[in-house]
Structures are given as C-alpha cells and as structure tokens.
T-cell receptor, first 111, second 112 residues
C-alpha cells in the first residue's frame, strides 16, 4: 500500500517568515494530494489540494508544489501569521479514493 | 466542518462496554469514512462506505463495526474487542465522483 512520510514533525517560524512542509509518497499510482489544517480539538480542514496533472497551485499565501518524478510534494505558507499555528497533514490518494496521511507537522508562528 | 456533525464531542465509557459514535452529513455525499487519530500517528482508516448498504474495512477495522442504512448517516460502534479504544475519532464524507474528503469535528473517546 501507499506510504506517506512528512517532515518536519515540528516547525517554529517568526511571524512574517515562510514555512515549508514536505511529504513523500511511495505509490506512483497516487494522483491526488490534499493538505489539511487541524486546530486543537477540531477536525481537519482542507486548505489546498493538487492533482497529478498539475505541478503547482497557489491560493493567496498558500501554495503546493508536486514533483511526480521524485514522488514528493510540499506546502508553502508565506507571510505567516499567528493564526497559521496548527497541525498540518498531507495525504495521498489513488484509485479507490483511500487517503493515506502523513504523521503531521505542528507549526508554531511566533509573534 | 461544513455539514458534517459528530456526536457527542466527548465520550467516556467503562472498559468492556460497546459504544456507538454518531456521524451525520447533509451534503448529499455518497461516500463516508471513519478515521482514528492517535498522537504522532496521523489518521488511520477504520471503515469506509461508498454507497448505502455497502461498506469496506480500512487498515484498522478489528474491534469496530459500522452500518450504512441511510445516505446521511454512518455510525461507528467501538466494541469490547478493540484493545485500545481511547482515541480521537473523525468522520469524513466525499462526493461520489471527486476525491476531496471533508471532515467532521470529531469525537474524543476515553475508556476508563
């Protein structure tokens, strides 16, 4: 089955700096890669996603890049704000729509 | 969370008791999912259902059971056979023809 690895597990940045979270996957058949933000005690919320026919996608301060050859994808958050502090999860999905999640990155934005 | 409700938010049970977690969605989604979340382990799939009256085991189905009698409801029963049931349980749903999954707010189950 699919194996998704996520790094780093914790990340601290100063407000206004950029944050980058990286994930790798093992199954070349995976074709959908969502990113979720989870605040303490709440369910994950989809923040951005990318499909395998696209190399990059951007939504305001958030962007995701995908390298199919290397089987890795990354989340980029620019101009970080304290409200960006949360746990971020990547996932990979292929046929059958089963998601495989990374182990999460706890992001802290220091004011 | 948009349209997916889980109840209760917190649940306490004694060891050896079965307990049922509720998940309801009003998004008209065909597919529904149950995940378990433990610290440092991400989300692991317990069961999923792509259509009413049909469901499949995920990676960690042992000790759990589900039913899908109605499109909007997908309850999860944690049985006494589940050896370590204390966890945060998340329900999700997705439209039948797209990949995006949307999550509910979760239920934290503590077995004493």
């Amino acid at each position: 089955g699919e194996n998704v690895e996520q790094h780093p597990s914790t990340l601290s940045v100063q407000e206004g700096d950029s944050a980058v979270i990286k994930c790798t996957y093992s199954d070349s058949a995976s074709n959908y890669f969502p990113w979720y933000k989870q605040e303490l005690g709440k369910g994950p919320q989809l923040i951005i996603d990318i499909r395998s026919n696209v190399g990059e996608k951007k939504d305001q301060r958030i962007a995701v890049t995908l390298n199919k050859t290397a089987k890795h994808f990354s989340l980029h958050i620019t101009e970080t704000q304290p409200e960006d502090s949360a746990v971020y999860f990547c996932a990979a999905a292929g046929t059958g729509n089963q998601f495989y999640f990374g182990t999460g990155t706890s992001l802290t934005v220091i004011p | 969370d948009g349209g997916i409700t889980q109840s209760p938010k917190y649940l306490f049970r004694k060891e050896g008791q079965n307990v049922t977690l509720s998940c309801e969605q009003n998004l008209n989604h065909d597919a529904m999912y149950w995940y378990r979340q433990d610290p440092g382990q991400g989300l692991r799939l317990i069961y999923y259902s792509q259509i009413v009256n049909d469901f499949q085991k995920g990676d960690i189905a042992e000790g759990y059971s589900v039913s899908r009698e109605k499109k909007e409801s997908f309850p999860l029963t944690v049985t006494s056979a589940q050896k370590n049931p204390t966890a945060f349980y998340l329900c999700a749903s997705s439209p039948g023809n797209t990949d995006t999954q949307y999550f509910g707010p979760g239920t934290r189950l503590t077995v004493l």
